[in-house]
């Protein structure tokens, strides 16, 4: 808890087993088949890489993929309207409608040290090729793989792996299994010590709006919850 962003840690790991919940109930990783690990140690070097005082600008790309599954897709947001919550300016609203946006907020946040250039990003609807309407358990990180391998085949003149954030956004009825939340982001994968850091981080939504955007994408930036670690997954703010 008292690392710094930055830090760098060698995890000294043994793979374990634990005994499943009575009733059936399976933990994460066994629902998505990954091992688990104990932590044996885990020094840390005590060089600290941060943003600090420099001139360079550091550059978060993101390429925003819009799910389409055969029975159902993201239907509550479109390319266009991906593209604006992100990159939105005043010219591209009406007088006096313009409230933001996060390549905005980050900029100014950063006092320009970050910035989301528009020009590198990319906005793509891909077609999954199978029914959302037979997902069990929410497996967020199979999703991910089979959308970023779409895009691939889709749209040959992208490499996903060029972008920093990759985003998938997902159909929120059914649930698929993936109640009790709209967004969710890995968490510090673009932090300004680590940016442009391509291929590195994902984010996920079952909502769509400027808002949860910058909630997401803040968590890639190293922001966790504002209430700490006792705010746990219902936070909204970080």
């Given at each position: 808890k008292d690392l710094l962003p930055g830090v760098k840690v060698t995890l000294t790991l043994e793979e374990v087993t634990h005994q499943s919940t009575p009733g059936g109930v399976k933990f994460p990783?066994?629902?998505?088949?990954?091992?688990?690990?104990?932590?044996?140690?885990?020094?840390?070097?005590?060089r600290v890489a941060r943003l600090?005082?420099?001139?360079?600008?550091?550059?978060?790309?993101?390429?925003?993929?819009?799910?389409?599954y055969d029975d159902y897709g993201p239907d509550y947001i479109t390319e266009r309207q991906a593209e604006l919550d992100l990159f939105a300016t005043p010219s591209d609203v009406g007088a006096g409608r313009f409230h933001g946006?996060?390549?905005?907020?980050?900029?100014?946040?950063?006092?320009?040290?970050?910035i989301l250039p528009r020009s590198k990003a990319k906005t793509v609807t891909v077609q999954m090729g199978s029914k959302w309407g037979s997902v069990t358990n929410c497996p967020i990180y199979d999703f991910a793989r089979q959308a970023l391998q779409k895009v691939k085949e889709q749209h040959?003149?992208?490499?996903?792996?060029?972008?920093?954030?990759?985003?998938?956004?997902?159909?929120?009825?059914?649930?698929?299994?993936?109640?009790?939340?709209?967004?969710?982001?890995?968490?510090?994968?673009?932090?300004?010590?680590?940016?442009?850091?391509?291929?590195?981080?994902?984010?996920?939504?079952?909502?769509g709006g400027s808002f949860i955007r910058a909630h997401e994408l803040g968590h890639n930036l190293g922001l966790m919850h504002g209430g700490g670690n006792n705010a746990g997954r219902g936070s909204t703010f970080v």
């Open positions: 990783w066994e629902r998505h088949n990954m091992p688990l690990y104990k932590v044996l140690g885990a020094p840390s070097s005590p600090g005082k420099t001139d360079q600008v550091k550059e978060m790309t993101v390429l925003t993929i819009l799910c389409k946006s996060m390549a905005d907020m980050t900029k100014l946040a950063t006092y320009g040290k970050v040959p003149s992208i490499n996903p792996d060029d972008f920093t954030s990759r985003e998938f956004f997902l159909p929120n009825r059914p649930t698929g299994g993936c109640d009790g939340w709209g967004g969710r982001g890995a968490l510090g994968c673009a932090h300004p010590s680590v940016l442009p850091n391509p291929g590195g981080c994902m984010a996920w939504y079952r909502v």
